[in-house]
């Protein structure tokens, strides 16, 4: 069995990575499935055409749970732990965007094996969501 690699100091403020997925149609009714959020703004196109955004949206949590795919998968990756989250919701996503979730390090605290994380999504040049995160890494 091979030791584990501390990768605390591998990192560096200004690091940064994302991920990218075009939502789709099966997305959007999975994921109200899962999670029990049935708005009809999000799965009645004819009701939700009689709303402000004039047709279907994606459940934003949706989309910020691309930022947790970031943070579980590529930056810190594989053991990191959530510790908290901000959103704000800035613009609507729609079934066949692609929503890019990128997180930045902004700051890292050594000793207590923390970093605050900037947060984003886009769809092209528009950011649909805005946050910070904090996670903890794992012990090697």
Same mark, same amino acid.
């Given at each position: 069995? =091979?030791? &584990? @690699?501390?990768?605390?100091?591998?990192?560096?403020?200004?690091?940064? #990575?994302?991920?990218?997925?075009? @939502?789709?149609?099966?997305?959007?009714?999975?994921?109200? /499935? @899962?999670?029990?959020?049935?708005?009809?703004?999000?799965?009645?196109?004819e009701w939700a055409s009689q709303?402000?955004? *004039? !047709?279907? %949206? &994606?459940?934003?949590?949706?989309?910020?749970?691309?930022?947790?795919?970031? %943070? /579980?998968?590529?930056?810190? /990756?594989? /053991?990191?732990?959530?510790?908290?989250?901000?959103? *704000?919701?800035?613009?609507?996503? $729609?079934?066949?965007?692609? @929503?890019?979730?990128?997180?930045? %390090? $902004?700051? %890292?605290?050594?000793?207590?094996?923390?970093?605050?994380?900037?947060?984003?999504?886009?769809? !092209?040049? =528009?950011?649909?969501?805005?946050? #910070? &995160?904090?996670?903890?890494?794992?012990k090697p």
């Amino acid at each position: 069995m =091979t030791q &584990a @690699v501390d990768r605390l100091s591998e990192l560096s403020e200004g690091q940064s #990575e994302s991920y990218a997925r075009t @939502v789709t149609e099966a997305d959007i009714i999975l994921f109200a /499935g @899962v999670s029990g959020d049935d708005n009809p703004v999000h799965i009645n196109e004819e009701w939700a055409s009689q709303t402000m955004f *004039k !047709g279907r %949206i &994606a459940h934003g949590m949706l989309s910020a749970g691309y930022i947790s795919t970031v %943070i /579980g998968t590529r930056l810190p /990756g594989p /053991g990191s732990i959530y510790m908290s989250q901000s959103l *704000k919701f800035r613009a609507p996503v $729609r079934i066949g965007d692609t @929503v890019t979730a990128t997180v930045t %390090i $902004r700051e %890292i605290n050594q000793e207590k094996r923390r970093l605050t994380l900037d947060t984003v999504c886009t769809v !092209g040049e =528009t950011t649909v969501i805005e946050g #910070e &995160a904090m996670v903890m890494l794992p012990k090697p």
